[in-house]
């Protein structure tokens, strides 16, 4: 028969990334672990020190973040060759000296300690800290700290909050959802142009953190514009020569100064990295309202739409040919987008216009071309829920229908997929996630730095739960936005958005927001080609998107939970507690309970069940 692997020092292992660098993390709550099981246990809670925390002889823990008492003298006093481990509060890229990294520490009212590495392979990396009581680590490294003679004893910690109703959580690794294809994000000019503020070492920092298949966010497939996005530094097009319908004038110039190397860095990180293109517009020529960036249509003269689709995959072989690993194009971001001639970079279609352009003209310039195999064609990627208008025309038609891949959903459009999974029953359609909700920038929405209006932990939580609402309603893969964006999150048309890592190119300080934090504890556990599983019980209901959701139960809970079965057989199931008190968790698996825990307040948690094993 069947059980899950059996050991007896279960240990719970928090790790937390700081610019690239693994690092313990506490955690505040407790955990009772049931004998017999080794249940992995992540947990991200926003303020706190990275510290490895393990079961006791009792089977539980608990952590705090004390207010420090003021720091006696004796801080800035350096000491060679001495490592602070762990108790990280941040880390400073490319501070100039152990001085300065000491007065960073002495304007951080919780910072007791530091410690300045100028490793090679790391400088310079100043790492302020709560204290200095972990061990000396200092192997082959060239670093220098400083920490206070006499670090005062904290204040007890105060009682924890009365823990909320206990949520009880089952899942069945018999009950199979959609296969899961990865996650990713969207390169643009304006995250080059962010991360190009570092230094050699803190940009490959930043990468590491994204890409990075064992430490990172894992990402194995992201998004890529097809000449200018939103997020480009301006407009431009793959071939700006007009009446050039033979598209004999297509390159990549533009895209070789910072979009190719952008991906090319990812690639270095992460060989196995894949990507898809979208265009925000055709060249300017080739619209309705011809020089007419944003908005209007796509030409309804024959030759024109010839050409386009000669450009898109010529396009598709040019990226191919740079070494690209681009495997999918959609015809068009958001083709609701179909307004009076604007600034930035769009263009309108209809669903008859989306139909008879694959039908007619994409797909079958597609195969002259000889890239069917080789590039899939996703119809568009919507960020409204109408099926009828912009969907069913293509999907009722065999000879449009033939050549698709699958579909983009972004914000409402996830509501559609109830309907499109009614219409292609019988095809074999992808559904994807295409654009995280971006907000309004770090100043309005996802941001903690001075000025923020929203805390950044609090647009983390809501990440956390619209990627759930997606991923229940039947996604194979989810995308975040901008990955990088600068501190004003400013696109080439001066509105700002979020980025799960912002870059503050004045100070060259990088910060991770909650929004990364809620990728990874999907990211880092769910493998490409794990199975979404049925979890019944406590799993909260699924968060709507633009007033749109395609999940069975739908509104609005504090707590939300999903599970996945990856290809070795690990069971990962993520959960989180948005209330403001502590929460009773008691989590079961094909009928066994496996592990009961306390939730820490406003905490994001990924739970992992070994493989099961066959027993003679």
């Known amino acids: 028969m069947w059980v899950l692997a059996p050991t007896h020092s279960p240990v719970v292992l928090l790790l937390g990334l700081v610019g690239g660098v693994v690092r313990p993390q506490a955690v505040e709550g407790r955990v009772e672990a049931l004998a017999g099981n080794s249940v992995g246990w992540r947990c991200s809670v926003e303020g706190n020190t990275w510290v490895d925390r393990t079961l006791g002889a009792t089977g539980t823990t608990a952590g705090t973040t004390p207010t420090r008492p003021p720091r006696p003298d004796g801080l800035c006093t350096p000491?060679?060759?001495?490592?602070?481990?762990?108790?990280?509060?941040?880390?400073?890229?490319?501070?100039?000296?152990?001085?300065?990294?000491?007065?960073?520490?002495?304007?951080?009212?919780?910072?007791?300690?530091?410690?300045?590495?100028?490793?090679?392979?790391?400088?310079?990396?100043?790492?302020?800290?709560?204290?200095?009581?972990?061990?000396?680590?200092?192997?082959?490294?060239?670093v220098v700290s400083g920490f206070a003679t006499a670090p005062p004893s904290p204040p007890?910690?105060?009682?924890?909050?009365?823990?909320?109703?206990?949520?009880?959580?089952?899942?069945?690794?018999?009950?199979?959802?959609?296969?899961?294809?990865?996650?990713?994000?969207?390169?643009?000019?304006?995250?080059?142009?962010?991360?190009?503020?570092?230094?050699?070492?803190?940009?490959?920092?930043?990468?590491?953190?994204?890409?990075?298949?064992?430490?990172?966010?894992?990402?194995?497939?992201?998004?890529?514009?097809?000449?200018?996005?939103?997020?480009?530094?301006?407009?431009?097009?793959?071939?700006?020569?007009?009446?050039?319908?033979?598209?004999?004038?297509?390159?990549?110039?533009?895209?070789?100064?910072?979009?190719?190397?952008?991906?090319?860095?990812?690639m270095a990180v992460q060989p196995d990295l894949r990507v898809w293109g979208s265009p925000w517009t055709a060249p300017v020529w080739m619209k309705q309202t011809a020089g007419c960036v944003g908005g209007s249509t796509l030409s309804t003269d024959t030759s024109i739409r010839a050409a386009y689709a000669l450009y898109l995959a010529r396009a598709a072989k040019a990226y191919r040919a740079e070494g690209l690993a681009l495997e999918d194009l959609a015809i068009q971001n958001e083709p609701n987008q179909n307004s009076a001639c604007g600034a930035y970079p769009k263009m309108g279609w209809s669903g008859d216009d989306l139909h008879t352009f694959l039908r007619d003209h994409l797909g079958p310039t597609f195969a002259s071309e000889g890239i069917t195999d080789q590039v899939g064609i996703f119809l568009a990627t919507f960020p409204v829920n109408d099926f009828a208008g912009f969907v069913n025309a293509t999907l009722a038609d065999p000879a449009a229908a033939k050549y698709l891949s699958g579909i983009g959903l972004q914000y409402g459009g996830v509501g559609m997929v109830p309907s499109i999974r009614s219409a292609a029953t019988g095809q074999s359609l992808r559904l994807w996630e295409t654009e995280t909700p971006c907000g309004g920038g770090r100043a309005r929405d996802c941001g903690n730095g001075p000025g923020t209006r929203n805390n950044s932990w609090a647009w983390g939580e809501s990440q956390f739960a619209i990627m759930r609402s997606f991923i229940e309603s039947g996604v194979s893969l989810y995308s975040q936005w901008n990955m990088i964006l600068d501190q004003t999150g400013s696109s080439g048309w001066e509105w700002a958005q979020c980025s799960p890592?912002?870059?503050?190119?004045?100070?060259?300080?990088?910060?991770?927001?909650?929004?990364?934090?809620?990728?990874?504890?999907?990211?880092?556990?769910?493998?490409?080609?794990?199975?979404?599983?049925?979890?019944?019980?406590?799993?909260?209901?699924?968060?709507?998107?633009?007033?749109?959701?395609?999940?069975?139960?739908?509104?609005?809970?504090?707590?939300?939970?999903?599970s996945f079965l990856n290809p070795d057989g690990e069971v990962v199931v993520v959960v989180l507690n948005g209330d403001s008190a502590e929460r009773p968790l008691q989590l079961s698996v094909d009928g066994k309970v496996h592990t009961t825990v306390v939730l820490p307040a406003h905490s994001m948690n990924t739970f992992t069940i070994p493989p099961a094993v066959s027993v003679d």
């Open 501 to 562: 890592v912002t870059i503050d190119t004045h100070a060259q300080t990088v910060t991770y927001e909650g929004s990364f934090w809620a990728t990874k504890h999907y990211s880092f556990y769910v493998a490409p080609g794990a199975v979404r599983l049925l979890a019944t019980g406590d799993t909260g209901a699924c968060e709507s998107v633009n007033g749109a959701c395609g999940c069975a139960a739908c509104g609005h809970s504090t707590y939300q939970a999903t």
């Open 79 to 142: 000491i060679k060759d001495r490592n602070c481990y762990g108790n990280d509060l941040n880390r400073l890229d490319n501070v100039s000296d152990a001085s300065a990294c000491c007065a960073a520490c002495q304007s951080n009212s919780r910072c007791f300690a530091w410690t300045y590495d100028t490793t090679p392979v790391h400088s310079p990396y100043c790492f302020l800290k709560s204290n200095c009581n972990g061990p000396n680590k200092n192997q082959g490294l060239v």
């Open 156 to 266: 007890a910690p105060p009682p924890p909050a009365p823990a909320g109703v206990q949520l009880n959580i089952s899942v069945s690794t018999t009950a199979h959802g959609q296969t899961m294809e990865g996650f990713g994000g969207c390169f643009n000019e304006k995250g080059w142009d962010a991360l190009a503020a570092l230094n050699a070492s803190a940009q490959a920092g930043v990468m590491r953190a994204l890409f990075d298949p064992t430490t990172g966010l894992k990402y194995n497939k992201c998004r890529m514009p097809i000449g200018a996005s939103d997020f480009a530094d301006d407009y431009y097009s793959l071939d700006d020569t007009a009446n050039d319908t033979a598209i004999q004038h297509l390159n990549l110039t533009r895209d070789r100064e910072k979009l190719i190397p952008y991906i090319k860095a990812a």
